[in-house]
């Protein structure tokens, strides 16, 4: 119902920065949110930020200050600009969607889909 295809990413230097981008497509009729997260193997999945319809954001205090989210509405696409990158940043970051989509004739589905992931790798 929604296809997330993610780009960006991939290896940096401590201190540098990378972008990540994230397009929705599909039978969508809104996206009430978009975001990602990152993990680490034996690591829990964590949340990194958030943005929704109305561009209010939330950031995982590990983050905050250091990336920043935005989104195009109309073209169903979140970015997420990483700066000042540290080691522990290193993960696979996943773009996900909380997306309201057409079913059928008077039936719609609210859930949220998933991107495959794509890594991001800090260098000290």
């Known amino acids: 119902q929604v296809q997330l295809v993610e780009s960006g990413g991939g290896m940096v230097q401590t201190g540098g920065s990378l972008s990540l981008s994230c397009a929705a497509s599909?039978?969508?009729?809104?996206?009430?949110?978009m975001g990602w997260y990152r993990q680490t193997p034996g690591k829990q999945r964590e949340l990194v930020g958030s943005?929704?319809?109305?561009?209010?954001?939330n950031y995982a205090d590990s983050v905050k200050g250091r990336f920043t989210l935005s989104r195009d509405n109309a073209k169903n696409i979140v970015s997420l600009q990483m700066d000042s990158l540290k080691p522990e940043d290193t993960a696979v970051y996943s773009c996900?969607?909380?997306?309201?989509?057409?079913?059928?004739?008077?039936?719609?589905?609210?859930?949220?889909?998933w991107g495959q992931g794509t890594q991001v790798t800090v260098s000290s």
């Open positions: 996900y969607a909380e997306s309201v989509t057409y079913v059928s004739q008077y039936q719609y589905y609210t859930g949220d889909f």
């Open positions: 599909g039978t969508i009729v809104s996206i009430l949110k």
């Open positions: 943005i929704n319809i109305r561009g209010s954001t």
